[in-house]
């Protein structure tokens, strides 16, 4: 099993700038990819950013440019980094890992996040 922390979140004016963290613990060595989702009331759950083991990075086309995953694999952390923030990113993010041999996915608890206009 993996499981997921998040931290960061809150309220902030459009245009500025805000931190997601997210600590995994478990079975961290069998983690293959690890991200961010999000969802907005009424909406669908969708990806906002991932990265692999090795790095590579894979962003929704509305969070290009403004936002920035990194990875710690020694920490077993990932961090999201958003800047010049609009009020449509407004929504609950999730930390996402998806690991093992069977491709198993464990998500957080989600944390809020608001961009007021």
């Known amino acids: 099993q993996v499981q997921l922390v998040e931290s960061g979140g809150g309220l902030v004016e459009a245009g500025g700038s805000l931190r997601l963290s997210c600590a995994a613990s478990g079975n961290i060595f069998s983690i293959l990819v690890m991200g961010w989702f999000r969802q907005a009331p009424g909406n669908k759950r969708e990806m906002v950013a991932l990265?692999?083991?090795?790095?590579?990075?894979n962003y929704a086309d509305s969070v290009k440019g403004r936002f920035t995953i990194s990875r710690d694999n020694a920490k077993n952390t990932v961090v999201l980094q958003m800047d010049s923030l609009k009020p449509e990113d407004t929504g609950v993010y999730y930390c996402?890992?998806?690991?093992?041999?069977?491709?198993?996915?464990?998500w957080g608890q989600g944390t809020q996040v608001t961009v007021s206009s």
């Open positions: 990265i692999d083991k090795a790095g590579g990075t």
């Open positions: 996402y890992a998806r690991w093992g041999l069977t491709a198993t996915s464990s």
